[in-house]
């Protein structure tokens, strides 16, 4: 593609829907208060989906099928580095960091990869859009550093300050360890998906594959809580599970037809979407920094349109 290649009107609309089940999913995990049982759900969820789906269509071209492999791999570990990290700390901490320097690191490596190359107007727009999640993430981290100070100064416990601050840079760590896997499989994706000739199976196919694995990988030791988590939890599976395999399938779509690095970014409007929620929905405060996030991101989608 040449540095000209858009964001077509119907690319743009369709990322952006991805990008709110995306968020639509992240919040279910929120409101249920478990995010790591309910991911082990919502991966087996999808797996199952796949496995329903997958006979009803025509097979991924066999030049693709090493890259369904690869992006199996690459996902197992992204969903073992998100458990280490949200057991290292916080939601809120881990995944603006993960997400809004993923998009940087494909837009990176995108060109001698995969042959795209993205216009002045489309990197601007891209910055836009990470620099709004990268600020969603030092929010949070003031947030957390400010809840620190004060219980120190309530309690005197400079050990627990420095646990505090070990965890936090323990969780720093594996968010970026994690944005580098994503942006692994977002680019072995955007190229094998361009290869398949069937975009929804090879979707399909790496969620079988990735479900199963990560199911093998979490279920022992687990099964007895997990069962527990599903009885009182019955909507996880079936709606997170429909809501990540569409989230991806529309953005492995789209990455056949606009940059991959341009459809990487455009996915990090989950963050507005996600904010939407946590207002209207979670009815959680929204200062006025993240709302300054959230103008970056919503401008940077927009100028993602026009460039």
């Known amino acids: ?39 082990v759900l919502v991966v087996a969820g999808a797996a199952c989906l796949a496995a329903v789906l997958l006979p009803l269509l025509p097979a991924p071209a ?24 949200y057991r290292h700390g916080d939601v809120s901490h881990a995944y603006p960091l993960m997400r809004g320097c993923a998009p940087l690191l494909v837009a990176v490596a995108n060109g001698p990869l995969t042959g795209d190359r993205l216009g002045g107007g489309q990197w601007c727009a891209m910055l836009l859009i990470c620099g709004g999640v990268l600020v969603q993430w030092f929010t949070a981290r003031g947030a957390r550093a400010g809840a620190a100070s004060r219980a120190t100064a309530a309690h005197a416990r400079d050990a627990h300050t420095s646990g505090a601050r070990t965890a936090g840079s323990r969780t720093t760590l594996f968010a970026l360890l994690t944005a580098g896997v994503i942006a692994a499989y977002t680019l072995i994706d ?116 026009l460039a």
Request: with cysteine; glycine share 6%; charged share 10%.
């Open 1 to 39: 593609m040449t540095p000209a290649s858009a964001v077509s009107a119907p690319v743009f609309l369709a990322v952006l829907g991805a990008a709110l089940l995306h968020a639509s999913w992240n919040a279910l995990l929120k409101r249920r208060g478990e995010p790591l049982p309910a991911t």
């Open 190 to 305: 955007g190229r094998g998906v361009r290869l398949s000739a069937a975009p929804a199976a090879y979707t399909l196919w790496i969620f079988l594959l990735t479900g199963s694995a990560v199911c093998l990988c979490t279920l022992r030791g687990r099964t007895r809580a997990l069962a527990a988590f599903a009885r009182a939890n019955p909507l996880v599976a079936p709606l997170g599970g429909l809501a990540t395999v569409g989230s991806y399938g529309i953005a492995l779509w789209a990455m056949t037809r606009a940059p991959v690095a341009a459809v990487a970014a455009l996915r990090e409007t989950s963050i507005l979407f996600a904010t939407a929620i946590a207002a209207f929905v979670l009815r959680e405060r929204i200062g006025r920094t993240r709302l300054a996030a959230v103008a970056l991101i919503a401008c940077g989608a927009i100028a993602m349109r």
């Open 62 to 85: 066999r030049a693709s099928w090493a890259y369904i492999a690869a992006s199996s791999v690459v996902q197992t570990v992204y969903y073992l580095l998100l458990i280490a990290t």
